[in-house]
């Protein structure tokens, strides 16, 4: 069964305070904001931002209106964090609208109010996992330039790619850990116990995971890196169950 807008916020832990009418919502707890973004909107031809002032004009009296001007007064006022769920409309003329489809990887945002105007900077992709977890945007930030994939099945790719040098924080990890614990790790996966797959060079590939984040203050220590094959890496930072993932690595380090 196709899954409906209503049911995905509700999956990602904001769930719409109506079906019919809601275009935004919160998560007081997480201090989580969600916004429609309809698709034909995007500023052209960079498609990397939104002017929201026709939704948040006060003199808007319709529900989702009230309710998206309370729901960007957390953002703005509050500082919540702000996500977008890229849409698109059935009738872009229709008032209102209707969704079609809707893409369920989220666009993070940065709102202000510029000269008069509700502005949202589209700052990238990230994954749904990002709000259902105590993880940074920016550690979950997916790659790329812009920050919007059309909804619409059409032609991707680029025949004449751009060059760009790309400059980022990073932290400083320690390689005489990450080496320690692989050779620790004997060529298998310290969770599921693979051995990691045969690399050009005839060594076994495997990836050293922080279990508490460095950007949550965890320690580049032996005691808090394992060794995971690449398919128990992704899990630890995208799946459902990566807390209780968390815990088993923890329990797994001090065992040896």
Same mark, same amino acid.
């Given at each position: 069964?196709?899954?409906?807008?209503?049911?995905?916020?509700?999956?990602?832990?904001?769930?719409?305070?109506?079906?019919?009418?809601?275009?935004?919502?919160?998560?007081?707890?997480?201090?989580?904001?969600?916004?429609?973004?309809?698709?034909?909107?995007?500023?052209?031809?960079?498609?990397?931002?939104?002017?929201?002032?026709?939704?948040?004009?006060?003199n808007r009296t319709e529900n989702g209106a009230r309710e998206f001007r309370r729901n960007m007064a957390c953002v703005l006022d509050q500082g919540y964090e702000a996500f977008g769920i890229l849409c698109e409309a059935?009738?872009?003329?229709?008032?209102? #609208?209707? $969704?079609?489809?809707?893409?369920?990887? @989220?666009?993070? !945002?940065? +709102?202000?109010?510029?000269?008069?105007?509700?502005?949202?900077?589209?700052?990238?992709?990230?994954?749904?996992?990002?709000?259902?977890?105590?993880?940074?945007?920016?550690?979950?930030?997916?790659?790329?330039?812009?920050?919007?994939?059309?909804i619409e099945d059409s032609e991707i790719g680029n025949p004449d790619p751009e060059y760009r040098i790309r400059l980022s924080g990073a932290f400083v990890r320690d390689n005489a850990v990450r080496n320690a614990v692989?050779?620790?790790? #004997?060529? $298998?996966?310290?969770?599921?116990?693979? @051995?990691?797959? !045969?690399? +050009?060079?005839?060594?076994?590939?495997?990836?050293?995971?922080?279990?508490?984040?460095?950007?949550?203050?965890?320690?580049?220590?032996?005691?808090?890196?394992?060794?995971?094959?690449?398919?128990?890496?992704?899990?630890?930072?995208?799946?459902?169950?990566?807390?209780?993932?968390?815990?088993?690595?923890?329990?797994?380090?001090?065992?040896?």
């Open positions: 069964m196709k899954q409906t807008f209503s049911q995905f916020c509700a999956e990602i832990g904001v769930p719409l305070r109506n079906d019919r009418w809601s275009w935004s919502a919160v998560n007081d707890a997480k201090r989580q904001a969600i916004f429609t973004i309809w698709e034909d909107r995007l500023d052209q031809p960079r498609r990397s931002s939104i002017d929201l002032s026709w939704l948040n004009d006060p059935h009738d872009p003329s229709a008032s209102p #609208r209707k $969704r079609k489809r809707f893409n369920r990887e @989220l666009l993070a !945002l940065e +709102v202000a109010f510029e000269a008069g105007r509700t502005i949202a900077r589209i700052k990238g992709k990230v994954p749904p996992a990002t709000i259902t977890r105590d993880v940074s945007v920016a550690d979950l930030m997916l790659e790329g330039d812009s920050a919007i994939d059309d692989l050779k620790r790790a #004997r060529e $298998r996966c310290e969770h599921c116990g693979k @051995l990691g797959f !045969l690399k +050009v060079d005839g060594g076994r590939y495997l990836e050293a995971h922080h279990v508490i984040s460095l950007q949550e203050q965890g320690a580049d220590t032996m005691r808090n890196v394992i060794a995971l094959c690449a398919n128990d890496h992704r899990r630890a930072h995208f799946g459902n169950d990566w807390k209780e993932l968390q815990d088993q690595f923890l329990a797994k380090i001090q065992s040896f």
